[in-house]
């Protein structure tokens, strides 16, 4: 059973940049397919950016493509989200989730088995 642990959020203004991490307890981790998601108040929570556990296969949804840059350090057993020229929407509760029965990371949440208590980002004007 693997948990993670998000940390790293804050409060950044419009075009800032913020670095969330996602440490996962487990010695097993450098296995763990891993996911970021947010929720935004009164909104779904969506995907934002994944990465396979070998590090390949980056995947980013389109409203962060080119700004939101994910990686991994397996010897540290963390994932990395760099976030850079943040806007308002990007306010949210940021999710770290993990799995290890598949490789390429999914868009659906559901899919996910180890999930993060989450970490508020506020981008403010």
């Known amino acids: 059973q693997a948990q993670v642990t998000e940390s790293g959020g804050g409060l950044a203004q419009v075009g800032g940049s913020l670095r969330l991490s996602c440490v996962a307890s487990?010695?097993?981790?450098?296995?763990?397919?891993t996911g970021w998601f947010r929720q935004a108040p009164g909104k779904e929570r969506e995907f934002v950016a994944g990465?396979?556990?070998?590090?390949?296969?980056?995947l980013y949804a389109d409203s962060v493509k080119g700004r939101f840059t994910i990686s991994r350090d397996n010897a540290k057993r963390t994932v990395i989200l760099e976030m850079r020229g943040l806007k308002l929407e990007d306010t949210a509760v940021y999710y770290c989730?993990?799995?290890?029965?598949?490789?390429?990371?999914?868009?659906?949440?559901?899919?996910?088995?180890?999930w993060g208590q989450g970490t508020q980002v506020t981008v403010s004007s």
């Open positions: 989730a993990a799995d290890r029965e598949f490789r390429r990371p999914r868009w659906n949440q559901g899919e996910y088995h180890y």
């Open positions: 487990d010695r097993t981790s450098s296995t763990l397919t």
């Open positions: 990465l396979s556990w070998d590090g390949t296969n980056p």
